[in-house]
């Protein structure tokens, strides 16, 4: 059963760091694009960064550039989304994605991505 699995959320304060992680098993993701999105209730699913299957390419959002950095190892077939200075407005179910169609370019529409986790929840409070 091919499944990603996040962990690492919680409820921080404003200005704090929180690490996600994305394990990913029943079949390899390393030559998969793969993306973190974010939900809230009543709105769209938002892009918010995604890595090449090399890890040498990311792109971000722009409401979090600057303050998250996503990596990779494809050894453990695990993702990262490290945030930094987090805001409210960062409130959010956090969802890993994989693109199992791309191996560079890096989709931001969520349709893209065949693969989901169960997401994660990140609150953050002022």
């Known amino acids: 059963q091919v499944q990603l699995v996040e962990s690492g959320g919680g409820l921080v304060q404003a200005g704090d760091s929180l690490r996600l992680s994305c394990a990913a098993s029943?079949?390899?993701?390393?030559?998969?694009?793969m993306g973190w999105f974010r939900q809230t209730p009543g709105k769209e699913r938002e892009f918010v960064g995604g890595?090449?299957?090399?890890?040498?390419?990311?792109v971000y959002a722009d409401s979090v550039k600057g303050r998250f950095t996503i990596s990779r190892d494809n050894v453990k077939n695990t993702v990262y989304l490290q945030m930094h200075n987090l805001k409210p407005d960062d409130t959010a179910v956090y969802y890993c994605?994989?693109?199992?169609?791309?191996?560079?370019?890096?989709?931001?529409?969520?349709?893209?991505?065949?693969?989901w986790g169960q997401g994660t929840q990140v609150t953050v409070s002022s």
């Open positions: 994605a994989a693109d199992s169609t791309a191996i560079a370019f890096i989709a931001t529409m969520s349709d893209s991505y065949d693969y």
């Open positions: 029943g079949r390899t993701f390393s030559r998969d694009v």
């Open positions: 890595i090449s299957w090399t890890g040498s390419r990311t």
